[in-house]
């Protein structure tokens, strides 16, 4: 099945299984309830059951991704999961998709810098089949040549794409400058030299190596009680290998504090990213810094980037900031689109907001409203399987336990003025930030 086909099969799940998601509207994140099922055999998933429609939305994760890909293997785990759909067991791929189609289920893998994985979402009355197309994509993916290749050329094509995209290019060179010399700082989905000599056996040891039960998270959504998934997950799971490859990276620091980096490209407006040091997702700061960033950059027409940068001066047509946690580092990140002829200015002024609000932090009243806002909305990330079941896998993934939920606001309310200035002051260093910019900015020079 081509790309397309893939596409607008997806786009056809999502009208027939959208009513699976109307069924999560509660008005507190404490009316979703969480139980732990372990199967037989050890397999350990979180659930949520709802019977209000017959569908069952299941998202699972491997812990380790491509940072682990070896140098010269770069796009390897983007790869494997762009082709384990691509037939499994003795049906090659028109048969699978064929079945995943005629049956209405969405089977998908993906793949990051931290982990590897997948989610499926089929009715409750395609179930079986549904599970066991999921085992054989885990267990036995063919990667037959003819859809490798068509992969292949389907992956190239948009690496050759984004050669000419401002934000892919300032992106991945801000990465590469964040982190010369880790995995972090190679392109997650490869480059044009590493995808053409990835081969069928290297796909077949990925699997064989990064794939087991001692690095699988599970959450599960749906029209399914705790025993019944207790033997669906040794049935689809229980043929994995028993234990991984190790998926420990080295931590990183990132690196260029204080670059201005310029990529010269003939377009009528640049394209901004910039980021320095910041928390990682268990750091005891890091609720602080979230409401933070919900001040200074992440809330949409709210931030003080927003308002100063967009809104009093007209400067750009967006500005944003936001946290962005890895495993092994931490960084505050953000980005700005605009003319060409004003990025000068708007550097100078995210600067100068960057200082102020290191050294005068923020407001009681910006507090309360950040607060007010960062509860209240919560309940609304609630609205549909898919999305319950993927945090129930990212707060496995980030170990904050199964409460986590039931405590998450009060965490966010129990933030002082006094935490959040003090982790702005350490955090929001405006010497320390790294600029990477693509366009013709006018009186805009890259720094050493």
Same mark, same amino acid.
Request: net charge positive.
């Given at each position: 099945?081509?790309?397309?086909?893939?596409?607008?099969?997806?786009?056809?799940?999502?009208?027939?299984?959208?009513?699976?998601?109307?069924?999560?509207?509660?008005?507190?994140?404490?009316?979703?309830?969480?139980?732990?099922?372990?199967?037989?055999?050890?397999?350990?998933?979180?659930?949520?059951?709802?019977?209000?429609?017959?569908?069952?939305?299941?998202?699972?994760?491997?812990?380790g991704g491509a940072a682990l890909e070896?140098?010269?293997?770069?796009?390897?785990?983007?790869?494997?999961?762009?082709?384990?759909?691509?037939?499994?067991?003795?049906?090659?791929?028109?048969?699978?998709?064929?079945?995943l189609e005629d049956l209405v289920i969405?089977?998908?893998?993906?793949?990051?810098?931290?982990?590897?994985?997948?989610?499926?979402?089929? *009715?409750?009355?395609?179930?079986?089949?549904?599970?066991?197309?999921?085992?054989?994509?885990?267990?036995?993916?063919?990667?037959?040549?003819?859809?490798?290749? =068509?992969?292949?050329?389907?992956?190239?094509?948009?690496? =050759?794409?984004?050669?000419?995209?401002?934000?892919?290019?300032?992106?991945?060179?801000?990465?590469?400058?964040?982190?010369?010399?880790?995995?972090?700082?190679?392109?997650?989905?490869?480059?044009?030299?590493?995808?053409?000599? *990835?081969?069928?056996?290297?796909?077949?040891?990925?699997?064989?190596?990064?794939?087991?039960?001692?690095?699988?998270?599970?959450?599960?959504?749906?029209?399914?009680?705790?025993?019944?998934?207790?033997?669906?997950?040794?049935?689809?799971?229980?043929?994995?290998?028993?234990?991984?490859?190790?998926?420990?990276?080295?931590?990183?620091?990132?690196?260029?504090?204080?670059?201005?980096?310029?990529?010269?490209?003939?377009?009528?407006?640049?394209?901004?990213?910039?980021?320095?040091?910041? *928390?990682?997702?268990?750091?005891?700061?890091?609720?602080?810094?979230?409401?933070?960033?919900?001040?200074?950059?992440?809330?949409?027409?709210?931030?003080?980037?927003?308002?100063?940068?967009?809104?009093?001066?007209?400067?750009?047509?967006?500005?944003?900031?936001?946290?962005?946690?890895?495993?092994?580092?931490?960084?505050?990140?953000?980005?700005?689109?605009?003319?060409?002829?004003?990025?000068?200015?708007?550097?100078?002024?995210?600067?100068?907001?960057?200082?102020?609000?290191?050294?005068?932090?923020?407001?009681?009243?910006?507090?309360?409203?950040?607060?007010?806002?960062?509860?209240?909305?919560?309940?609304?990330?609630?609205?549909?399987?898919?999305?319950?079941?993927?945090?129930?896998?990212?707060?496995?993934?980030?170990?904050?336990?199964?409460?986590?939920?039931?405590?998450?606001?009060?965490?966010?309310?129990?933030?002082?003025?006094?935490?959040?200035?003090?982790?702005?002051?350490?955090?929001?260093?405006?010497?320390?930030?790294?600029?990477?910019?693509?366009?013709?900015?006018?009186?805009?020079?890259?720094?050493?």
């Open positions: 099945m081509t790309f397309i086909s893939k596409t607008l099969v997806a786009l056809s799940l999502v009208g027939v299984l959208f009513v699976g998601g109307a069924a999560f509207l509660p008005t507190a994140a404490q009316a979703v309830t969480i139980d732990k099922v372990v199967s037989p055999g050890g397999i350990e998933a979180w659930l949520v059951r709802d019977h209000t429609n017959p569908i069952i939305s299941l998202r699972f994760a491997f812990r070896a140098n010269g293997k770069e796009g390897l785990a983007n790869f494997v999961a762009s082709t384990m759909d691509e037939g499994a067991g003795d049906l090659d791929s028109q048969a699978f998709q064929g079945k969405s089977l998908r893998f993906d793949a990051g810098r931290d982990s590897f994985g997948g989610r499926l979402k089929t *009715l409750v009355e395609n179930k079986a089949v549904a599970f066991d197309l999921l085992k054989l994509a885990l267990t036995a993916p063919r990667f037959d040549a003819e859809s490798v290749e =068509r992969i292949r050329s389907q992956i190239l094509s948009g690496l =050759r794409r984004e050669t000419e995209q401002p934000g892919a290019i300032a992106s991945k060179t801000l990465m590469k400058t964040l982190f010369p010399n880790h995995p972090y700082g190679r392109p997650a989905n490869g480059t044009l030299e590493s995808v053409p000599k *990835l081969t069928r056996a290297d796909l077949r040891d990925f699997v064989g190596r990064r794939l087991a039960k001692d690095n699988l998270i599970i959450g599960v959504v749906g029209d399914i009680g705790r025993e019944e998934l207790s033997k669906v997950l040794d049935a689809t799971f229980g043929g994995l290998p028993a234990k991984a490859a190790p998926w420990d990276i080295p931590d990183a620091t990132p690196q260029g504090a204080g670059r201005t980096i310029v990529i010269e490209k003939q377009v009528p407006q640049s394209t901004i990213t910039f980021a320095e040091q910041g *928390l990682k997702r268990k750091n005891p700061d890091f609720y602080a810094a979230y409401v933070m960033n919900h001040v200074f950059g992440g809330g949409g027409f709210t931030s003080r980037l927003y308002n100063t940068i967009r809104e009093e001066r007209g400067l750009v047509y967006s500005v944003y900031s936001g946290l962005h946690p890895l495993k092994n580092a931490g960084l505050i990140v953000g980005g700005a689109g605009t003319a060409n002829k004003r990025v000068s200015e708007t550097l100078e002024v995210l600067r100068r907001e960057w200082k102020r609000m290191a050294e005068s932090g923020m407001s009681k009243a910006e507090l309360k409203d950040a607060k007010t806002y960062l509860t209240g909305s919560y309940p609304l990330r609630f609205t549909s399987s898919d999305t319950i079941a993927s945090m129930l896998v990212g707060i496995q993934m980030d170990g904050l336990g199964i409460d986590y939920m039931d405590r998450r606001n009060a965490i966010i309310e129990g933030v002082t003025l006094e935490d959040v200035n003090r982790v702005a002051k350490t955090y929001l260093l405006e010497d320390r930030l790294t600029v990477v910019v693509v366009g013709k900015p006018n009186g805009v020079k890259g720094t050493n």
